[in-house]
């Protein structure tokens, strides 16, 4: 978080040099999480091994401790998202724009997303015939048999779900932007 804070400081940096420096810095971060995984012994208390396919080796390879982070799981998100934000800074259209509104108020849009995807994941159940009722109890707890849906379907409800919660981001943005006083406890 420290280095966060510092890092704050490279953003304000005229665009050229903040670019260069921001792209190389997450391709360097992104380069190390391959050569220092591949050691099997560093960064994260799981290992990593072979498995029967290629793509569960792969699987293996990138399961990572996200809680707390391991370091080998900062260098996998924080390398591709320092190059993404390079690619982005010279401006990131229509979408980008939209996105900087999700940004502005991500306490908010957190909130609010818990009981918009909750909700959607029971419409989505019952419409299916699937059962609900585990959703309403505490966790841990385990999915029953045949319950999921295709990785498809789960990235058009996510898409769903963005174009849902869209409109009250905006509007909670507008109204942090007001000047009122009591804006300030927002």
Known sequence: ?????????????????????????????????????????????????????????????????????????????????????????GGAGIVGRRLVTLGRVPLFFDLIQWPTVHSMAILLALSRGQPVGWIFKDAPFTLPEGYGNRLGTVYLAWAFALLLLYPASLWFSEVRRRRDWWVGYL
């Open 1 to 89: 978080m420290a280095l966060g804070y510092t890092f704050g400081r490279v953003l304000f940096w005229p665009h050229h040099r903040r670019r260069r420096i921001v792209f190389g810095l997450g391709a360097v971060i992104a380069l190390a999480f391959p050569v220092l995984r591949s050691l099997n012994n560093y960064g994260d208390p799981g290992t990593w091994s072979r498995q029967a396919t290629c793509s569960m080796t792969a699987v293996s390879f990138l399961n990572c401790q996200k809680h707390p982070p391991s370091p080998l799981f900062l260098l996998m998100t924080l390398g591709p998202a320092l190059t993404l934000l390079a690619w982005f800074d």
